[in-house]
């Protein structure tokens, strides 16, 4: 759309004013995800200045002080509340909450519910690598059973939490899966979910190789990659599968739409019903 | 398709970027990339490059960039800044 | 007409959780401050005694300033159950008035009280036993010498929802009236000050 | 001031006060929580703000939301607050050392209750003071307020949105179940008659912005997100740009200026009432609703002949040194009486450096210090 294709794209969006290469490990997944939210917001013409970044604690919360929009790199777990009070302030912002498994399904799990209940107008960007990064490797609620981790050296017990049944449960009006092995697809699904009402939430798979990797039997980052390459399956052939043969297989693509409104929508349409004002525009 | 745009490519790597990952020299159909002595990725068979897009897509760091041989006209910034929004509070 | 002057002149209702204790504190609260211009302070008792069990509102009345809000010392206090009045009988001052409902409270602790059966008439002369708050209110009314019936009532209506403002009305005419009837003329001459004589 | 228009007057609990308060001064974003004895406040705001303008309320789902998200509407340019109680207030710390950190200008109401855990949710007590000033992590300024009646509530809650704007801090309001349930007539200001401060908003354009630059009065300029100037906000120590750093001289820079900001404004931000202390050889040194029962002890110990007078602390923090030391030239006895086992008595000793003798009384019980108890103190000399 203005003669720029591929990496020059991202590098507008990048802050030329920080140091790159970024802090992440050599071949860590959280990268592309950036990439590919941003070449999403950039295929969606969204202005830059509409943009808020909303980001946890951790190696993704990491993420949000690289690119040139409104960044809030906020506590532990709580971005999605920082992103519903954003949001309800004003409307007219695009609110993306970045945050990592840990961040949204253990310490934030309960925001996470709550905000997929309230089906707020936001979009939330899980990064899955099933391992607290950051903090230098112990387990996470999407730690598969039985991998090892620096908290369950004799192997994790329970089950990873099922971020896709629980953001169904709860009332999100999207969700869907990608993992950064393809590329195409996770930004065709992050497209989706940023244009779309109400709560979307995208659960990118984006593999730890120092933490993760090397305690579970994946020597390089292209071991993981390749993992991915293989175990992934779109959702709609993972359907037909029968039963013994999903093991170890990993669905991506979209798992449900709805489109009930958004909370902020329902709230300024109550607000209009009640005082005959109509809703609060942006502040700008 | 693919092969009709063989040769048609420039293919650069950044190398104060390029952590050495190996993701590009991995799965790269036409092989460009290798990881050379310093760790770093190398463009290597420039000319095979099918312009596939893959090792742009797969760059954790951007360091990669895959531009068509003609010349690219304009690389001013052109990213969409909301027009008149620079005016301040 | 000037308000009389009045120094720290201290009310507690008390009774059982549901009589509308609250309420009526709230409303006469109202009506003094707003109403006859003076300075009160209503507060009440919080917590699961408020839901169900006994209930207790208090109410500061001042001319000036009131510094300490909670009624410490009381010049009237309001018994609708035996509990309340065993409870808080010990905390009227000398020569306070003591009003009891005499239907809940058959030992009272002196002989010098004023009483009616005020869930007895809000059912039997007004039809509605949940308007005994209203009839306390208007007794009250009477017995207070501070108090000015029509400005207490016209509280009465501004704050009750439509729906119950007639019954409510009705209640309190009926306990002013029989409170003058019963109680006398003079009930409440103890706390009558004349113009320029009280020391303020 | 000669008076233009007769105000409002209303028979009001604390806590609605607190809102009319918050509505005068322009809140127009309220999350939370409900827990009592602070409830009314929420309730109230729940019915009020959607009524209002652009008013947003929002019932949260714990009180660690309800203060991410109130950071949140402030960093969008909204006049933000939440109200909580006890265990709640404990639970908003991780975020207001955040909004501390982000300068997020915002105002969080504290009615106190006994404590410690659930202790005793319907009845008062003054046992967060400490908590309120220490309870965030880190080295941190804060800016502590309280009231002691009902109008007090109304007028302390503009001061606070006004000094959450001036200094871009949070301000804690301390109110005890006392003063929060206590009805009385106050009278609402008519618009013009108190000041309304709103932040600044920067006004140059916004490739010159530094959202963390020093100012003389060390407070930057705060745009709401989405106004063209783009930068970052994070809770980690960061430089002018607000990006974050390690490195020594920044982190000092930082710390200083969020710190300096308030201390050098202490003549605009202690705020206190003084009863009869120009002369008093004993001052009794009370805030909440226990200033109240202290104001009657006070008179009548001058009734009983005795000097006394009372210094009511409207600020606890930065606790009012230079109002005590006035005091300290004549006083001989200092009484402090408090709903908790001693923390507003720590920061007097600590300012009295052993020149009067300063008694204590604590009373956690779940009940207010009476009249009767301080004057008997003050009685003894």
Known sequence: MNGLTGNDVIHQYLRHNKKFPHVLCPGCGHGIVLGTLIRSIHALSIPKDDIVVVAGIGCSGRLAVYVDFNTVHTTHGRALTFATGIKMANPKLKVIALMGDGDALSIGGNHLIHAARRNIGVTALVLNNSIYGMTGGQSSPATPEGATTMTNPYGQLDKAFDTVELARGAGANYVARGTVFHVKKLEKIMIEALGRPGFSLVEAITPCHTQYGRKNKFKTPVDMYQWLKKSAIDVERYEELADDKREGRLPIGVFFRRDRNGYEERYYAMKEALTGKGAKGGRK | MAHQKKGKSTVTVYPDWCKGCGICAEFCPSKVFEIGEHGKATVVREKDCIHCGFCELHCPDFAIVVRDKSPVAEMEDTAPDKPGAKKGA | ?200 | MPRRKKRKEIFALGNEAVVEGALLAGCSFYGGYPITPSSEIMEIMAARLPMTGDGVFMQMEDEIASMGAIVGASLAGRKVMTATSGPGFSLMQENLGYAIMAEAPLVLVNVMRGGPSTGLPTSPAQADVQQARWGTHGDHPIIVLSASDVQECLDMTITAFNMAEKYRTPVILLLDEVTAHTREKIEVPNEGEFEVFSRTVPSMPPEWYKPYEETVRGVPPMPPLGAGYRFHVTGLTHDRNGFPTQRPEEIVELLERIHRKIDQFFYDIQLVDEVQTTDADVVVIAYGSVARSAELAVHQARLNGVRAGLLKLKTLFPYPRRHTEKILGHARTLVVPEMNMGQMSREVKRVNMGRASVRTINRVDGQIVTPSEILKVIMQG
């Open chain 3, 1 to 200: 007409m000037k308000p009389q002057e009045l120094d720290r002149f201290e009310i507690r209702f008390s009774g059982l959780g549901g009589q509308g204790i609250i309420t009526l504190g709230k409303i006469m609260g109202q009506g003094l401050a707003l109403g006859h211009g003076y300075n009160v302070t209503q507060t009440q008792s919080y917590g699961p005694e408020a839901r169900g069990g006994s209930s207790k509102c208090d109410l500061v009345i001042s001319s000036g300033r009131i510094s300490y809000p909670k009624a410490e010392s009381l010049d009237l206090l309001v018994a609708l159950s035996q509990e309340a009045c065993n409870a808080y009988y010990p905390y009227l001052k000398p020569g306070g008035a003591l009003v009891i409902e005499t239907e809940l409270v058959g030992q009272q602790p002196t002989n010098r009280f004023l009483g009616l059966p005020f869930t007895a008439l809000a059912r039997d002369k007004v039809g509605v036993a949940q308007a005994m708050n209203t009839v306390v209110l208007g007794a009250l009314s009477f017995l207070l010498p501070f108090v000015q019936q029509a400005i207490m009532r016209k509280t009465l209506e501004t704050v009750l929802p439509a729906k119950i403002r007639a019954v409510n009305v009705k209640a309190f005419n009926l306990g002013h009236r029989l409170a003058k009837k019963e109680w006398g003329d003079d009930a409440g001459e103890v706390w009558r000050v004349e113009e320029g004589f009280g020391d303020d």
